[in-house]
T-cell receptor
Framework: GAVVSQHPSWVICKSGTSVKIECRSLDFQATTMFWYRQFPKQSLMLMATSNEGSKATYEQGVEKDKFLINHASLTLSTLTVTSAHPEDSSFYIC??????????????FGPGTRLLVL | DAKTTQPNSMESNEEEPVHLPCNHSTISGTDYIHWYRQLPSQGPEYVIHGLTSNVNNRMASLAIAEDRKSSTLILHRATLRDAAVYYCIPSDEGGSEKLVFGKGTKLTVNP
């Protein structure tokens, strides 16, 4: 299957700093990318939908000024957690929509980035 | 978004078949049924999807009820590597539409 990478795989930062997470589709072009967050023992929660060349669409309750998303190319989307606080500590996962026929597979997920804010 | 109901957890022995059920009684007529799984500390992984007919691939089989209100993911011979949380997700456009993850079924495989 197609490959999606994330960088870094884990990051520890001090409270108040900003952290940038990259999501890349390595062998296909993704018009749409998605960002999810997962707290321990919980399911994935969609944060935002990122479309190449346009502004991201944020889910209700997700602060767009805190979680900055940039999708500048068909293979790269970035999530910046600004002024991170301990409650932002989580597992951040991106996915990329593979441009196949309607209903056909699928979204490919990155391996995730574990963020710990001290 | 169609609501799904899955058992919180299931247990199996290695090399035995596993049937993971999912109820999606409010599924729309155009929604495909997608199954993903998430191994510990990893991103989700696509398993299989289908619309009406049963589907097979190298990972699993998907049996879809005739009324499409439920489906069953079948792992023919469970391995330790299959221990994961399995999610069934109805979705109209699997690639470009957001996926709404429920709580899924945590599968434990005993050696």
């Amino acid at each position: 299957g197609a490959v999606v990478s994330q960088h870094p795989s884990w990051v520890i930062c001090k409270s108040g700093t900003s952290v940038k997470i990259e999501c890349r589709s390595l062998d296909f072009q993704a018009t749409t990318m998605f960002w999810y967050r997962q707290f321990p023992k919980q399911s994935l929660m969609l944060m935002a939908t990122s479309n190449e060349g346009s502004k991201a669409t944020y889910e209700q309750g997700v602060e767009k000024d805190k979680f900055l998303i940039n999708h500048a190319s068909l293979t790269l989307s970035t999530l910046t957690v600004t002024s991170a606080h301990p409650e932002d500590s989580s597992f951040y996962i991106c996915s990329a929509g593979h441009p196949k026929d309607r209903g056909q597979e699928t979204q490919y997920f990155g391996p995730g980035t574990r963020l710990l804010v001290l | 978004d169609a609501k799904t109901t899955q058992p919180n957890s299931m247990e199996s022995n290695e090399e035995e078949p596993v049937h993971l059920p999912c109820n999606h009684s409010t599924i729309s007529g155009t929604d495909y049924i997608h199954w993903y799984r998430q191994l510990p500390s990893q991103g989700p992984e696509y398993v299989i999807h289908g619309l009406t007919s049963n589907v097979n691939n190298r990972m699993a089989s998907l049996a879809i009820a005739e009324d499409r209100k439920s489906s069953t993911l079948i792992l023919h011979r469970a391995t330790l590597r299959d221990a994961a949380v399995y999610y069934c997700i109805p979705s109209d456009e699997g690639g470009s539409e957001k996926l709404v993850f429920g709580k899924g079924t945590k599968l434990t495989v005993n050696p």
